[in-house]
């Protein structure tokens, strides 16, 4: 490939006459914006152990009380990225929220879309417009963009749970913003009970009207299930992997991330192809070993990882005798509506 001039090889003169009229020369930065055949990604493979984290949020709890920071969280920032960015990836945020016995996170909405994996402990939930979501170990719970949340705990021990946004993106955009709220009003009816399997839908007064988020809480109880059906009726299948998706539509649950739960049998290896959108990982039951190019992660219960796009990633199941389960989200849907979506 040819060699391109830089910057410095034109007069000072010259430069300074360009950066005076708001004007940059192209040629000295074109490989940077335009690499040959593989994107540069900031993103790094990292690792974030769950013991490690564990007693550094309790901590904040004790240091920091709800009113003075709404939502309590410790950010799983990417290195690769820099730490004050708070991005996991280039469009993935990850937060680690605890929430104390009787706490209270006011509501509020924003543009980014959230969802949270909940990590450990009984007795928290989300309100989401009005639907009062419980949350257990494993549960996926949707907040999507402009919706209302807010997080309350009536149980005895302390809630975490695992927060997925795609804020770089839309902080990037720079459509980012909140607007705070009242407490909600507990609205009846719960969306995963209306919309229970057999692949039929709410068909209110012979018309259907899709709701955008029909499915605010997805019980992990049941997808674990889908996942063993799955597995033994298809015990061929290399991949036991589900996508959490929009029962009215069929397409993925938010507009501009994906999320998946895959099943690891026993001993097994699973090579996924390298793939444009960066991917992470969240150990919810058993260990697994995780492979991004040459970096090697033992993913503990409750552990999380993130992998850059482009780059062949290999999973294992520690075990001889028991399934692992993995929680998955990544940029896929982004992805694809950019056009830029591949697997290579
Ligand atoms: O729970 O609403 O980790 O607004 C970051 C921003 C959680 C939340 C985060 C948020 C929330």
Redesign the pocket.
């Known amino acids: 490939m040819q060699s391109l001039g830089r910057l410095e090889d034109l007069p000072q003169a010259y430069r300074d006459q360009l950066t005076e009229q708001n004007l940059v020369p192209l040629w000295p930065n074109l490989r940077a914006v335009l690499p040959p055949k593989i994107p540069s990604r900031k993103t790094t493979p990292t690792h974030w152990s769950y013991q490690a984290m564990r007693p550094l949020l309790l901590r904040a709890g004790e240091l920091t009380p709800m009113e003075k920071a709404e ?1 309590r ?1 410790l ?1 799983l920032a990417n290195p690769g990225h820099g730490l004050e960015k708070m991005q996991a990836s280039a469009a993935m ?1 990850l ?1 680690m ?1 605890l929430l104390l016995p009787g706490e209270w ?1 006011p509501s ?1 909405r ?1 543009t ?1 879309n ?1 969802v ?1 994996m909940v990590v450990e402990g009984e007795g928290a939930t989300t309100t989401v417009n009005g639907e009062k979501c419980p949350m257990h170990r494993g549960d996926l719970v949707l ?1 999507p963009t402009g919706l209302w ?1 807010e ?1 309350g705990h009536e149980g005895k021990d302390p809630v975490v749970w695992l ?1 997925v ?1 795609d ?1 770089p993106l839309i902080y990037y955009t720079e459509t980012s913003y ?1 607007i705070e709220g009242e407490r909600q009003n507990v609205l009846p009816g719960h969306g995963e009970r209306a919309y229970v399997s057999g692949g039929v839908v709410p068909t209110p007064a012979f018309n259907r009207q899709p709701k955008a988020y029909p499915i605010i809480r997805y019980p992990w109880s049941e997808v674990r299930q889908s996942l063993l059906a799955l597995a033994s009726d298809q015990p061929q299948l290399e991949a036991v992997q589900v996508t959490y998706v929009n029962p009215e539509t069929g397409q993925d649950v938010q507009n501009n991330l994906g999320f998946y739960a895959l099943m690891l049998r026993p001993r097994q290896t699973l090579k996924l192809p390298p793939r444009s959108p960066a991917i992470v990982f969240h150990q919810i039951e058993g260990q697994s070993e995780l492979i991004i190019e040459q970096t090697q992660f033992l993913l503990n219960e409750a552990d999380t990882a993130c992998a850059p796009g482009y780059t062949p990633i290999t999973i294992k199941n520690r075990s001889a005798d028991t399934p692992a389960f993995l929680f998955m989200a990544d940029e896929s849907p982004l992805h694809r509506k950019l056009g830029v979506y591949e697997a290579r």
Do not use: F, I, N
Request: proline letters at 5%; a positive charge.
């Open positions: 939502r969280v950010v945020y937060g929220q996170a509020h924003h980014p959230a949270r907040t949340h997080h927060d946004l804020l909140a």
